[in-house]
């Protein structure tokens, strides 16, 4: 008996390129894309995608725009013509606290309906955004702009390593910066004998105050940036190593294995004063050269580094913390590298800070 003609769609409509590939090697690929807007697109293309997405192990976030909770954007509610705050105390824990990221396209979850993936970015927080991803190794975090103001010409740059308190903090900065170096400035500067004392040039034109508001700053950031990690550090379990930074490369905070793990074990000491985290009772190690002649045609005035660490009682012995030497040494890149490094071969001048 002749079995009943029966039809079918083309095959071809129904295939997939991917199905070959296993999930292990999509999971690599997705974890070379690593940015979120990305990955976001790529959980809409077929169910097995947005399977894999929440468990991919790089992730990067970079975020847009900052907006306060009326929903002013930070300019009108500072009344600034320039994004970059330049009244730090008052406007740096509102820069922070207060982010949220662009919102995304709106993409859909295939599996579940209309419910998005990735929930809207103007409604949520980098925390809310992250809480589909169960398995982050790796993150990365890029504010739109550094958090302290600086004037034009102004060099000042910063990175931290935190634990459940700060661990280490280099501090690079210059009263400003030439890009096209003129050979008669390195004749302004001549090496002055080493008499032990600070040249004078550090104390003119209100130097020293102003190296002290770079510091201050600088480990205000540093302490409100690791404040507000709390949530996304508690809720993934899985993360060794993750980076907050900016897009204008002014200030990294950076958290490693060990860090995170100290992090989750030790409370954390809040500041009374704001919402950040305490900065320990520390030992400065100051450096400072008139003029700093760098590769690339880059010459720096009133160049400065200044090494921070938090006094053995203060600290407590936190594990993993990288030697302040080297983490001095690795701190920058590039011609800021090589200007954090010659400096460090200069006098260092001993000065000690109260937490706070």
């Known amino acids: 008996m002749l079995s009943k003609p029966r039809i079918h769609a083309d095959p071809g409509l129904h295939r997939d390129e991917f199905d070959p590939v296993p999930d292990s090697i999509l ?29 991919v192990h790089d992730v990067y976030i970079k975020i847009d725009r900052i907006v306060p909770a009326d929903g002013e954007s930070f300019e009108e509610s500072a009344n600034l ?29 295939p599996s579940i309906g209309n419910k998005p993936f990735l929930p809207q970015l103007s409604h949520h927080s980098p925390s809310q955004v992250l809480k589909n991803f169960t398995h982050i190794r790796n993150l990365r975090i890029e504010l739109p702009a550094g958090d302290v103001g600086t004037d034009d010409g102004v060099l000042l740059k910063w990175r931290a390593e935190f634990g459940s308190t700060l661990q280490n903090c280099v501090i690079l900065g210059g009263t400003r910066i ?54 996304i550090i508690h809720d993934h379990p899985t993360l060794r190593n993750l980076v907050l930074t900016d897009a204008e490369e002014q200030g990294t905070l950076t958290m490693g294995a060990e860090q995170l793990r100290e992090f989750r074990e030790k409370p954390i000491a809040a500041s009374p004063s704001a919402n950040r985290t305490q900065v320990p009772a520390s030992n ?72 706070f």
């Open 27 to 55: 999971l690599l690929i997705l974890n070379k894309v690593a940015d979120i807007r990305s990955l976001g697109r790529c959980s809409a293309v077929s169910k097995r995608f947005n399977s894999l997405v929440p468990l």
């Open 81 to 109: 013509s320039s994004p970059k705050p330049r009244h730090l105390f008052s406007h740096l824990l509102k820069l922070m606290l207060l982010t949220i990221l662009k919102p995304f396209h709106n993409l859909r979850n």
């Open 178 to 231: 030439e890009k096209q170096l003129d050979p008669r400035d390195c004749d302004l500067f001549p090496s002055a004998e080493d008499n032990g004392s600070m040249p004078e040039s550090f104390y003119t034109n209100g130097g020293l105050k102003l190296r002290v508001v770079w510091t201050i700053s600088s480990l205000i950031a540093a302490s409100t940036r690791h404040h507000l990690l709390r949530p």
């Open 284 to 355: 400065m190690k100051l450096r400072y050269a008139p003029y700093l002649e760098l590769p690339e045609g880059i010459g720096m005035h009133g160049a400065t580094l200044v090494a921070i660490r938090p006094s053995v009682e203060a600290n407590g012995g936190g594990g993993g913390r990288m030697e302040a030497e080297a983490f001095v040494g690795v701190a920058f890149e590039g011609p800021f590298g090589i200007a954090a490094k010659a400096l460090a071969k200069t006098r260092t001048y001993l000065l000690e800070m109260n937490g």
